[in-house]
């Protein structure tokens, strides 16, 4: 089982700058990919950015350019750097791991609890 524990969420002005943070830690085989989901008031989650284990990044086109997701493989920790905020990215952010219980499980699915961010004036 995987626990994920996020941190860093909190209220900013447009234009400012928040990090976010998520450690992994329980029993596990192995994790492949680490990143982040939102979720704002009335719409569904979606995916702003991830990482591999083998370091290859994605990101969702309304932050390319002011996010950078970065992440430690050896501690199993993920950031992400949020830069330049807007309104529109107010939403619960959640830590999510893709990853193997054992070494012959298919993969599970582990979420953070979800952390709140709030860019307004």
């Known amino acids: 089982q995987v626990q994920l524990v996020e941190s860093g969420g909190g209220l900013v002005q447009p234009g400012g700058s928040l990090r976010l943070s998520c450690a992994a830690s329980?029993?596990?085989?192995?994790?492949?990919?680490m990143g982040w989901y939102r979720q704002a008031p009335g719409k569904e989650r979606e995916l702003v950015a991830q990482?591999?284990?083998?370091?290859?990044?994605n990101y969702a086109d309304s932050v390319k350019g002011r996010f950078t997701i970065s992440r430690l493989n050896a501690e199993n920790r993920v950031y992400l750097e949020m830069n330049s905020l807007k309104p529109e990215d107010t939403a619960v952010y959640y830590c999510?791991?893709?990853?193997?219980?054992?070494?012959?499980?298919?993969?599970?699915?582990?979420w953070g609890q979800g952390t709140q961010i709030t860019v307004s004036s």
């Open positions: 999510s791991a893709m990853g193997y219980p054992t070494m012959t499980s298919g993969p599970h699915e582990y």
């Open positions: 329980g029993s596990f085989f192995s994790i492949h990919a």
């Open positions: 990482r591999t284990l083998g370091g290859n990044s």
